[in-house]
């Protein structure tokens, strides 16, 4: 059985860091592209970055880049999202996918398997 279990958001002001991990059981994680979206109350999901692989290529949407990086530990079976110059515009709760294969997927429904999320929430 599948699962994703997002940690370490969190309640922050502006400005400040959180690191989200997101650890995978239940598959390879080497085999699945990786990725983040991101749900604001009353918004729909929305793709934040996402992860190849090897963890050599990775992808934003433009309103993290710069501030966001993704990473991945496949030996830990775990991808990261280093989020830092938090706004609260970044208020939403973070939600981690997967697919197997190999193109880096930015459309919801590409994904396969859904951790249950993590909320942040940035004041001001």
């Known amino acids: 059985q599948v699962q994703l279990v997002e940690s370490g958001g969190g309640l922050v002001q502006a400005g400040d860091s959180l690191r989200l991990s997101c650890a995978a059981s239940?598959?390879?994680?080497?085999?699945?592209?990786m990725a983040w979206f991101r749900q604001a109350p009353g918004k729909e999901r929305e793709f934040v970055s996402v992860?190849?692989?090897?963890?050599?290529?990775?992808k934003y949407v433009d309103f993290v880049k710069g501030r966001f990086t993704i990473s991945r530990d496949n030996a830990k079976n775990t991808v990261y999202l280093q989020m830092n110059t938090l706004k609260p515009e970044d208020t939403a709760v973070y939600y981690c996918?997967?697919?197997?294969?190999?193109?880096?997927?930015?459309?919801?429904?590409?994904?396969?398997?859904w951790g249950q999320g993590t909320q942040v929430t940035v004041s001001s």
């Open positions: 996918a997967a697919v197997r294969g190999y193109t880096l997927r930015v459309l919801r429904t590409s994904y396969d398997y």
């Open positions: 239940g598959l390879s994680s080497s085999a699945y592209v």
């Open positions: 992860i190849s692989l090897s963890g050599g290529s990775t």
